[in-house]
């Protein structure tokens, strides 16, 4: 069986609220978390974040849509510039975003609805952990 604990999960999402909830689930399944809420300029949330990871992430999920004209394409760049090009990263995309369908369909990057419960990430986890079982655009 697919086993989550321990994994190192970035996650990057600019709404405190909704960044809380998901690294609240992640740790229920046993991940390790480091966020951020993207509220300041992009190279220094980059350098943070490395900072913050005491070794290489095993995912990073990214908000759709961060402030500062910073696009999730850029922080898979510039985080992979950092980790390496292999790192995985993940666009988390909102339900209730009128263009989800639409964003889903056109992006470059492994795209996903937001988890709404822990059963959701169990659910979805082995998928987004493993590259190679993420669908692509």
Do not use: H
């Not at 998901?22 to 229920?28: V, Y």
């Not at 951020?36 to 990871?53: G, H, V």
């Not at 500062?68 to 510039?78: K, P």
């Not at 909102?94 to 659910?123: G, M, Q």
Request: aromatic content about 8%; hydrophobic content about 45%; charged content about 25%.
């Amino acid at each position: 069986m697919f086993e989550a604990n321990g994994k190192l999960v970035v996650v990057i999402d600019d709404d405190p609220f909704v960044l809380a909830g998901l690294e609240q689930l992640l740790q229920s399944v046993g991940c390790e978390t480091v966020t951020t809420t993207f509220q300041s300029d992009p190279a220094t949330e980059i350098m943070n974040l490395a900072e913050k990871c005491l070794r290489r992430p095993d995912l990073v999920l990214v908000d759709y849509g961060l402030p500062y004209g910073y696009s999730e394409f850029d922080v898979a760049r510039d985080l992979r510039a950092v980790f390496g090009e292999d790192l995985p990263v993940v666009v988390l995309i909102s339900e209730s975003s009128p263009n989800w369908f639409a964003v889903n369909n056109e992006c470059v990057l492994p795209t996903r609805l937001k988890p709404r419960n822990a059963d959701d990430i169990r659910a979805a986890f082995r998928e987004l952990i493993d590259p190679s079982a993420l669908p692509r655009a």
